[in-house]
């Protein structure tokens, strides 16, 4: 298929590693960017305001791009992957120039939450041939909100980038540690660490926001930089043990931190939800826990019994190649689904006639 693929596409951002997992099976696709390039990390006053009252700026001046590209590249399909700032009239003016052209929408967010939908999004979800999303209690909230048709798939990993490698003792002891835990600060998890570090355990975390917690114990050794791209493997790849939290905001019952961590060859130690459990089956492909007593006592076990980790560890790398947990392996059920909508409409067609 021609796809044209619109989303925000930094280097080795999921939205990038799903283009390209697109173009390895076989499809043209065409890449926009939604966010202009001087805006990703400084926003303005007034973009910051328009986000937060539901009505993002288009900086990317995108309502009125979109069209005029579509027009020369006569796309079948156009994925649009958590774009907020597309109006309703754009999708229409769409459908207009081509009759036929399928349009999907993706996120990995919980967009039944108002801080992860704009108004234009809301207003567009019944413009939408297909609505995919990562939350199963989506497929029930969505309709409400006016989408057709709502397909529930689990996040993923990237086959060509999430993988082991080989480190030197330099990058061991520039990344490695005990525990580590990456990603950005929440209040939960940071005091379900700052139990830990109460209680002996020494943990390297990385991402943005932690600075306040830089002296909140000597246990807790605070870098003030996220591990983005090839030093996300690296941290994985030379600590003994990965901590992977939830966001309670967005009703996480996995993320795609729960299978980026596995497929490194990393040892997960995770909340204990369904969604894990139907991922990976606990103590032999990754590790679980619901209290923080829970989560000190396995890490203390883990610690000490290095044979089971890297069993575990092992386990959980292989379940991800062979379960179909990669990009392409999602993307060509995801890909089944539309054509399988569209020989769905081929045929009531057929019949009506």
Sequence with gaps: MKILFVAELREHARAKQRLLALQDLGHEVLGISSIAEKDRDRPSLWQRIGWKLGYPIDTANL?????EIAQKFSPDLIWIEKVLTLYPSTYLKLKEIFPNLKI???SEDDIFMRHNRSVYLQQSLSLFDLVFTTKPRNTEELPRLGARR?????QAFDRNFHQSISLTLEDQVEWGADVSFVGTFERDRAEEMLYLA????????????????????????????PALSQDFIKVICASKINLNFLRQVN???????SLEIPACGGFMLTERTDEHQNLFIEGKEAEF???????????????SHEPERKAIAKAGQERCAQSGYSHHDRLQVMLAEINLQKLSREINTSRLG
């Design 289 to 303: 826990f619901n209290s923080p007593i829970e989560l000190l006592e396995k890490i203390r076990y883990y610690l």
């Design 150 to 154: 709502v397909f529930c798939i689990y």
């Design 63 to 67: 309502n009125q791009k979109l069209p």
């Design 251 to 257: 009703r996480d019952r996995h993320t795609s931190r």
């Design 198 to 225: 109460n209680n002996g355990i020494k943990i390297r975390i990385w991402g943005n926001g932690w600075q306040k917690w830089q002296k909140s114990h000597p246990n807790l050794q605070t870098e003030y930089r």
């Design 104 to 106: 999907v929408f993706y």
